[in-house]
Nanobody
Protein backbone atom coordinates (compact mmCIF):
# COMPACT_ATOMS: atom_id res chain seq x y z
CA UNK A 1 0.00 0.00 0.00
CA UNK A 2 1.54 3.28 -1.13
CA UNK A 3 1.69 5.94 1.57
CA UNK A 4 3.03 9.48 1.52
CA UNK A 5 2.97 11.49 4.74
CA UNK A 6 4.00 15.14 4.83
CA UNK A 7 5.14 16.98 7.93
CA UNK A 8 6.89 20.17 8.96
CA UNK A 9 4.30 22.77 8.07
CA UNK A 10 3.25 25.57 10.36
CA UNK A 11 3.01 29.31 10.89
CA UNK A 12 6.08 31.37 10.03
CA UNK A 13 6.76 35.08 9.63
CA UNK A 14 7.66 36.55 6.24
CA UNK A 15 11.35 36.03 5.58
CA UNK A 16 11.45 32.91 7.72
CA UNK A 17 12.21 29.30 6.86
CA UNK A 18 10.55 25.91 7.09
CA UNK A 19 11.63 22.41 6.14
CA UNK A 20 8.96 20.03 4.91
CA UNK A 21 9.42 16.27 4.93
CA UNK A 22 7.54 13.54 3.09
CA UNK A 23 7.96 9.97 4.30
CA UNK A 24 7.17 7.36 1.65
CA UNK A 25 6.36 3.68 1.96
CA UNK A 26 4.85 0.86 -0.05
CA UNK A 27 6.89 1.29 -3.22
CA UNK A 28 10.50 1.36 -4.42
CA UNK A 29 11.09 5.00 -3.51
CA UNK A 30 14.59 5.20 -4.98
CA UNK A 31 13.29 4.23 -8.43
CA UNK A 32 11.06 7.25 -8.97
CA UNK A 33 11.20 11.02 -9.25
CA UNK A 34 9.32 12.89 -6.55
CA UNK A 35 7.50 16.20 -6.63
CA UNK A 36 6.18 18.84 -4.29
CA UNK A 37 2.97 20.68 -5.15
CA UNK A 38 0.99 23.33 -3.33
CA UNK A 39 -2.61 24.45 -3.43
CA UNK A 40 -4.52 27.49 -2.28
CA UNK A 41 -8.31 27.23 -1.86
CA UNK A 42 -10.08 28.03 -5.11
CA UNK A 43 -6.96 27.57 -7.23
CA UNK A 44 -5.41 24.67 -9.12
CA UNK A 45 -2.67 22.62 -7.55
CA UNK A 46 0.69 24.12 -8.54
CA UNK A 47 3.92 22.18 -9.18
CA UNK A 48 6.63 23.62 -6.93
CA UNK A 49 9.66 21.35 -7.34
CA UNK A 50 10.78 18.05 -8.85
CA UNK A 51 13.70 15.79 -8.05
CA UNK A 52 15.01 12.84 -10.05
CA UNK A 53 15.22 9.34 -8.62
CA UNK A 54 18.89 9.72 -7.70
CA UNK A 55 18.56 13.33 -6.59
CA UNK A 56 20.96 14.52 -9.26
CA UNK A 57 18.47 16.62 -11.21
CA UNK A 58 16.09 19.16 -9.75
CA UNK A 59 13.73 21.75 -11.16
CA UNK A 60 11.63 24.53 -9.66
CA UNK A 61 8.72 26.79 -10.39
CA UNK A 62 9.86 30.30 -11.24
CA UNK A 63 8.07 31.65 -8.19
CA UNK A 64 10.26 29.65 -5.77
CA UNK A 65 13.56 29.30 -7.64
CA UNK A 66 16.45 30.49 -5.53
CA UNK A 67 14.43 30.26 -2.30
CA UNK A 68 13.34 26.61 -2.13
CA UNK A 69 15.50 23.48 -2.31
CA UNK A 70 14.20 19.96 -2.92
CA UNK A 71 16.29 17.02 -1.77
CA UNK A 72 15.87 13.36 -0.94
CA UNK A 73 17.37 10.64 1.20
CA UNK A 74 16.83 7.30 -0.52
CA UNK A 75 18.12 5.42 2.52
CA UNK A 76 15.23 6.91 4.51
CA UNK A 77 12.60 6.94 1.72
CA UNK A 78 12.08 10.62 2.40
CA UNK A 79 11.91 13.75 0.27
CA UNK A 80 12.39 17.24 1.67
CA UNK A 81 11.53 20.80 0.73
CA UNK A 82 13.68 23.49 2.37
CA UNK A 83 11.84 26.80 2.09
CA UNK A 84 13.75 30.01 2.78
CA UNK A 85 12.83 33.70 2.54
CA UNK A 86 9.17 32.78 2.74
CA UNK A 87 6.56 35.20 1.44
CA UNK A 88 2.86 35.56 2.19
CA UNK A 89 2.10 34.20 -1.28
CA UNK A 90 3.77 30.90 -0.30
CA UNK A 91 0.84 30.24 2.04
CA UNK A 92 -0.76 26.99 0.87
CA UNK A 93 -1.23 23.32 1.61
CA UNK A 94 1.89 21.50 0.42
CA UNK A 95 1.66 17.97 -0.99
CA UNK A 96 4.26 15.47 -2.06
CA UNK A 97 3.59 13.38 -5.11
CA UNK A 98 4.79 10.16 -6.66
CA UNK A 99 3.77 9.10 -10.16
CA UNK A 100 4.24 5.55 -11.42
CA UNK A 101 2.28 2.83 -13.18
CA UNK A 102 0.22 5.63 -14.79
CA UNK A 103 -1.11 6.81 -11.47
CA UNK A 104 -0.57 9.72 -9.12
CA UNK A 105 -0.15 9.18 -5.41
CA UNK A 106 -0.62 12.00 -2.90
CA UNK A 107 -0.14 12.58 0.77
CA UNK A 108 -2.75 14.36 2.92
CA UNK A 109 -0.75 17.60 2.77
CA UNK A 110 0.72 19.97 5.34
CA UNK A 111 -0.40 23.57 5.85
CA UNK A 112 2.15 26.35 5.51
CA UNK A 113 1.03 29.80 6.60
CA UNK A 114 3.29 32.81 6.14
CA UNK A 115 2.00 35.74 8.14
CA UNK A 116 3.16 38.37 10.59
Amino acid sequence: QVQLVESGGGLVQPGGSLRLSCAASGFFFSNYPMKWYRQVPGKERELVATISSTGGVTSYAASVKGRFTISRDNAKDTVYLQMNRLKSEDTAVYYCNAHFLARDYWGPGTQVTVSS
